[in-house]
């Protein structure tokens, strides 16, 4: 597959955070228009938390939007540290999507029987209309860590031994996580400078095995 990335330099993270928030809510106004719904992958992190806000404050046609997650933890449900609950606190409890149109990952229930209810629902799904994503200092994006080896024809995957805690998480694939018609990467921070200098030499991070033909990289200054 060519590889078409863009990559967007802003001047802070809050540029960042507003672009992508234009982005999506363009995607979402075209995918409604062709295809009649919206199907957008959710993120954790401070960046796609900042843009949360933003569309919480925003009108759509939230009755078309579906959601779903690239990754998550495998803690209770109610757990501040899981990104379903970030994402309900900024976003998802402030707009009208439906309940029934909320597809969090059920990681409560450990990583392999959540990996399996969940490839499910992202194999009736794909294509997704757009996938946010964001990147670690090491490179990692989603639960997708360097030097962790899955079967790359899942579609979910269980993961184990994750470098932060918890060390057990569910994550998307590379191979379902690419399988978007856009795909945006929110990178923020002096702190992930290294890794991105890596990503564009070549390096074989986990960032770099998400292919789609249509990437688009938003980041500032300090991670540039």
Not at 76 to 94: G, I, T, W, Y
Request: hydrophobic share 40%; charged share 25%; proline share 5%.
């Amino acid at each position: 597959m060519k590889v078409n990335t863009r990559w967007n330099t802003l001047e802070t993270a809050d540029d960042v955070a507003l672009a992508t928030y234009k982005h999506i809510l363009d995607a979402a106004k075209s995918a409604i228009a062709e295809r009649g719904q919206f199907k957008l992958v959710l993120a954790g992190g401070t960046t796609p938390e900042k843009v949360y806000r933003l569309l919480a404050q925003s009108d759509a046609d939230w009755s078309k939007w579906l959601i779903y997650y690239g990754d998550e933890r495998c803690l209770p449900v109610d757990h501040a540290e899981r990104n379903s609950v970030m994402a309900e606190q900024a976003f998802l409890s402030k707009v009208a999507i439906p309940k029934s149109q909320i597809f969090t990952i059920p990681a409560e229930l450990g990583n392999e029987q959540a990996a399996v209810q969940y490839r499910q629902i992202v194999k009736d799904v794909l294509p997704f209309d757009l996938v946010l994503l964001g990147m670690g200092e090491d490179g990692h994006t989603a639960s997708l860590f360097p030097g962790h080896q899955h079967n790359s024809d899942e579609l979910a995957h269980a993961v184990y031994g994750s470098p932060k805690p918890p060390p057990e998480r569910v994550s998307i694939s590379a191979k379902a996580l690419g399988n978007a018609r856009q795909v945006i990467f929110l990178i923020t921070g002096a702190n992930k400078q290294e890794a991105v200098k890596l990503w564009r030499s070549g390096y074989a991070l986990p960032v770099a095995s998400i292919l789609s033909d249509k990437i688009d990289v938003y980041i500032d200054r300090d991670a540039y």
